[in-house]
Nanobody
């Protein structure tokens, strides 16, 4: 089992910045990648950014150049630095930990609300 605890959500004006943190605990040795997903009201959950245990990153086109995902292996924590926030970034953001080998598993945090006002 892997436990994920998120922090850093809140309300910000358009153009502002926020940083999310996600601390992992438990069987983290089994995790191949971690990332952030988001879900806006009435929409499906979508990928925001991921980072592998080797540091390879991947971003949704909508956040490229504005968001940066990073990790601190010593703290078992990943971060999402969000700059130039837009109202369309408003959503609940979820931390994810992915185990890519059998049995494939996904662990999720409780979610944190980001609201960007115009």
């Amino acid at each position: 089992q892997v436990q994920l605890v998120e922090s850093g959500g809140g309300l910000v004006q358009a153009g502002g910045s926020l940083r999310l943190s996600c601390a992992a605990s438990g069987s983290i040795f089994s995790i191949n990648a971690m990332g952030w997903y988001r879900q806006a009201p009435g929409k499906q959950r979508e990928l925001v950014a991921t980072i592998t245990k080797y540091g390879t990153t991947n971003y949704a086109d909508s956040v490229k150049g504005r968001f940066t995902i990073s990790r601190d292996n010593a703290k078992n924590t990943i971060y999402l630095q969000m700059n130039s926030l837009k109202p369309e970034d408003t959503a609940v953001y979820y931390c994810n930990a992915h185990r890519a080998y059998y049995p494939v598993l996904d662990y999720w945090g409780q979610g944190t609300q980001i609201t960007v006002s115009s």
